[in-house]
């Protein structure tokens, strides 16, 4: 499949001036077959001619273009240039008519006559930008109290095929589908009708002054009058496009062959004879969707087929089919800054920001979700500057928007909002990574046309720490004597801080001490654990974020360490505890600290 979809190119700024229903643009009026200026040339070839509007040749090389070009400023989507070579793709069983569900078509791949084999189809949807009257002769602007033809937003379709043979009358239908419709590979339709589909049949009678009749039709659940589920809606017997620009809608076919030289045919095209392409070997027309139905489906697949009559329940033959999505929307998402601990330290707020693009031509009703409990969108407004933050513009954003757990309102066509939001969960990881979930529905019908999804991954920042204060501990005693074994023995007291200093939790932390005398090591923590083995002192366990252990060391000096002269009062005993302890989130190893502790024999006193 070649689905273009357009309006996606455009700066959504002009998008959204252009686009906005009721809102008219500077260009002139446009209607159906677009003369004055228009949107579409339906004057039956290929070619963009002097006057206003695109054609099909242009559309075609605007696609094949690397990168695409700049298509028509409302242009909605194009399925380009739908290609269907023999014998791909005909339809099959007697189940397949016009007045059943999709489910019971049938296809294969075979023939069909040659004037009913489809070698190419195409379809495009534009937004009408301007309203458009008639006064009895042409299209014009409108004034006074003029009714229009043609009003601002509404949904304005062309489509049309070229033939292998032109050796009969064509019968040819347009479906435009809001279901998803397709072929499954195993010879059925995927997908079913719903109320609001358009079937467009078309007979293009051969001969002199012969002119196109064309039908439109609705789908309906029920109360159909042409069959249980078709509604007709407009019928005209001389449907020709005139030019003029007053039909809602109009065919049109190639009255002269259109030669291969000196302007040949852009895309693959061999006809069963003669060059270039034969007269009534190609047929276009156009619709005003808006008008014909009283309102704008949000369409999703376009097919194209060939009929052996112009009856509502003739034989189906050949078919063409290719997405077709007038209504689309996309979503991003990234964070809005580093995540922010909480002054504890033991949570994380998680911000994050998005934006959300109307890439169709019609508006859709927006719902997000995010994906993490306690997650909550805070703002949504107009970003058309595509800037990542509020346009200053009144309202700031949709109307009926609404915020907090779930956010939903509804966006215009081509209108772009930006959108702000967070959550916060425990500390657990360096990496946070949620998903939003974007539904976008029918503004109208609010019936589902698709949902999709952007994640975004913050990174927290975490710095690990661990701080060590060592000190004389003159409440246990600092130094003394003490009397054993007939012996007078030094014992010395000590404090010994470690605290978790950093951003994260500390694990396999490690307390030593450079003296091996150790008599007796005891703490005030319940995730430190002290031991002595043979004098030599240990703790270990974890520390939380904050977390401060003191520990209480008693140890008597084996003379490795003693610095001084033979004058009491200036000898010192001097040692070093040392913490090391590993990141349990960021998983850097071996953070440490260490201080040094040098207490007197005797210390002064006041007064001496």
Avoid at 185 to 202: C, P, S
Avoid at 406 to 420: D, K, N, S
């Amino acid at each position: 499949m070649n689905t273009k979809h357009l309006m996606r190119k455009l700066p959504s700024c002009l998008l959204g001036a252009i686009l906005a229903a009721g809102i008219a643009s500077s260009t002139t009026v446009n209607a159906v077959d677009g003369d004055p200026p228009g949107l579409f040339e339906l004057e039956g070839n290929i070619l963009v001619n002097d006057g206003p509007g695109t054609d099909w040749s242009e559309l075609y090389e605007l696609s094949q273009s690397v990168p695409p070009g700049e298509f028509p400023e409302n242009m909605v989507t194009f399925t380009g240039i739908t290609a269907d070579p023999a014998p791909q793709t005909v339809y099959w069983k007697g189940g397949s008519k016009d007045i059943n569900d999709v489910s019971e078509w049938w296809y294969k791949d075979g023939s069909v006559p040659d004037k009913d084999d489809i070698t190419n189809a195409y379809a495009a949807a534009f937004t009408n930008p301007n309203n458009v009257c008639f006064d009895g002769t042409e299209a014009v602007a409108c004034s006074g109290d003029m009714v229009p033809v043609h009003e601002a937003g509404d949904l304005i379709v062309y489509f049309g095929l070229d033939r292998f043979a032109n050796d009969g009358d064509a019968f040819a239908g347009f479906w435009f589908f809001q279901d998803e419709v397709a072929t499954n590979g195993n010879n059925q339709f995927t997908g079913n009708h719903m109320e609001g589909d358009i079937l467009v049949l078309v007979e293009y009678p051969q001969g002199a002054n012969a002119s196109p009749q064309i039908k439109v039709y609705k789908w309906v659940d029920s109360g159909g009058d042409v069959a249980p589920n078709l509604l007709l809606l407009a019928s005209d017997t001389d449907a020709a496009c005139d030019g003029f620009g007053g039909k809602l809608a109009c065919a049109k076919t190639n009255p002269l062959d259109l030669p291969a030289d000196p302007d040949p045919i852009p895309w693959a095209y061999t006809p069963k004879s003669g060059t270039g392409l034969p007269h009534e070997s190609f047929y276009e027309g156009g619709i005003n969707v808006t008008q014909l139905l009283g309102s704008t489906p949000c369409f999703a697949a376009f097919l194209a087929e060939t009929r052996a009559s112009r009856s509502e329940t003739a034989t189906l033959k050949d078919f063409v089919i290719d997405d077709f999505p007038v209504c689309g929307a996309e979503v991003e998402k990234k964070c809005l800054g580093a995540p922010v601990l909480s002054e504890d330290k033991t949570e994380v707020t998680v911000n994050f920001q998005g934006n959300v693009l109307n890439t169709g031509g019609q508006s859709v009703f927006v719902e997000l979700d995010d994906n993490q409990d306690g997650s909550a969108f805070t703002t949504v407004c107009f970003d058309n500057d595509n800037n990542d933050i509020c346009d200053a513009v009144v309202p700031p954003g949709p109307t009926d928007v609404t915020t907090g757990a779930t956010a939903t309102f509804t966006l215009g066509a081509g209108q772009r909002v930006h959108y702000e939001g967070n959550y916060t969960t425990a500390v657990t990881t360096l990496s946070y990574s949620d998903e939003v979930t974007m539904k976008f529905f029918s503004a109208g019908t609010l019936t589902l046309i698709d949902t999709k999804t952007a994640e975004a991954t913050c990174l927290l920042d975490l710095t690990p720490g661990i701080e060590v204060t060592k000190e004389c501990d003159p409440e246990g005693g600092g130094v003394r004597l003490v009397a054993e074994g007939g012996e007078v023995l030094v014992e010395v007291d000590n404090l010994i801080k470690v605290k978790n200093t950093g951003d994260e939790k500390l694990v396999a932390v490690a307390i030593t001490d450079t003296e091996s005398g150790i008599q007796s090591l005891t703490d005030n923590s319940d995730n430190i654990s002290c031991s002595i083995t043979a004098g030599v002192g240990e703790c270990i366990g974890f520390l939380n974020v904050g977390e401060e252990v003191t520990i209480n060391q008693t140890y008597r000096p084996d003379g490795q360490n003693i610095t001084g002269s033979l004058v009491p009062s200036e000898v010192y005993f001097n040692n070093t505890a040392t913490a090391v302890g590993d990141g349990a989130i960021t998983g850097t190893q071996d953070v440490t600290d260490s201080d040094d502790a040098s207490c007197p024999l005797c210390p002064p006193h006041d007064g001496s």
